[in-house]
């Protein structure tokens, strides 16, 4: 996130003199929608005003997911996902040495940086992107930069190679939702997947909702009539972050690592997405 270019698309084909040399940030062209012209925090702000969340109530929610990350970094869990970044060459034959160099004196980064605890009364106190809104730096999904990966594959495959899975894909929803308000995207999406499966709410031991904004996750959690303690247990992308394209398997990896924790069999990673969609998937824990 902290890598995406500020580029100028207009220069390929050369340049009148005197004319406005264009550039756009690739960061903000993520978090705009040009059909409905708002960005992403509008979004929330909408879902806010349509579900009458409060200040108060995002920067409560933003507090505990703080409290959650923290307590699940402390207890060693958050590291059990985590590929520590250090700085290091890979080399191969013939080939040009590639690397990663940490900058500064920072030799490895072995955890997330943005959870920190974070009092209600602190983040009252931040500044609102939009004057009179909800949504601050503190209980909005925090930019961060990050990479994941995992593998999926057949159980038959996995049978084969004697290899245990962590978690079985049950089944996948994506709904659409008006772009306006893409943040309750969750909500339709989880109950269409729930149709899909014959499951009901109650049967669903964990939620791993990503928390692109406060107002957001708690407009989902209200129309769906969401237990919050299931929801999120180890914290969420608010003390965590939302980089984007990672965060879906972070999700998934989360839940299937709670799950197994927990001893619960069945687990809802979901996210909003940008532009009016919501997506969710149903995973089981093998061993429940
Ligand atoms: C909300 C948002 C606009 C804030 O961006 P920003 O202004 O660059 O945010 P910052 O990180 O500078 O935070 C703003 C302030 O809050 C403070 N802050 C953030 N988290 C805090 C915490 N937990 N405790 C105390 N202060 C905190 C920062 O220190 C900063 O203070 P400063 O202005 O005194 O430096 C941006 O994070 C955002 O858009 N997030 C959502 C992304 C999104 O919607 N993704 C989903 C796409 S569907």
Redesign the pocket.
């Known amino acids: 996130m902290t890598r995406n270019p500020i580029a100028a698309f207009d220069h390929r084909t050369g340049f009148k003199l005197g004319a406005p040399v264009g550039f756009k940030d690739y960061m903000w062209e993520?978090?705009k929608d040009p059909a409905a012209g708002i960005?992403?925090?509008q979004t929330?702000e909408n879902l806010a005003k349509k579900y009458s969340i409060s200040r108060e109530d995002v920067d409560a929610f933003?507090s505990e997911s703080?409290a959650k990350a923290v307590a699940a970094q402390q207890s060693g869990f958050l590291a059990g996902e985590i590929v520590p970044v250090i700085t290091e060459k890979f080399e191969l034959e013939g080939y040009k040495p590639r690397g990663i160099k940490l900058q500064g004196k920072v030799t490895e980064v072995t955890q997330d940086t943005?959870p920190?605890i974070?009092p209600a009364d602190?983040?009252a106190k931040?500044?609102p992107?939009y004057e009179g809104g909800v949504?601050?730096?503190?209980n909005?999904?925090?930019?961060v930069d990050a990479a994941a990966a995992c593998v999926v594959t057949s159980g038959a495959y996995a049978k084969a190679k004697g290899k245990k899975p962590m978690a079985r894909v049950v089944a996948a929803a994506v709904a659409g939702v008006p772009p306006e308000i893409?943040?309750i995207g969750p909500a339709p999406a989880i109950r269409l997947l729930l149709a899909r499966t014959g499951l009901k709410l109650s049967d669903i031991g964990r939620f791993e909702i990503n928390e692109?904004?406060g107002a957001q996750t708690l407009a989902v959690g209200r129309e769906l009539g969401l237990d919050l303690s299931l929801l999120n247990v180890n914290g969420g992308a608010i003390a965590l972050g939302?980089p984007?394209a990672a965060t879906g398997v972070r999700l998934t990896i989360t839940l299937a690592r709670e799950l197994a924790r927990s001893g619960k069999r069945y687990g809802i990673s979901s996210a909003?997405?940008?532009g009016g969609q919501g997506i969710a998937l149903l995973i089981e824990n093998p061993n429940a």
């Open positions: 993520a978090l960005n992403m925090i929330a933003a703080f943005h920190r974070s602190v983040l931040l500044r992107v949504q601050t730096g503190g909005s999904s925090a930019l893409m943040g692109a904004q939302h984007l909003c997405v940008g």
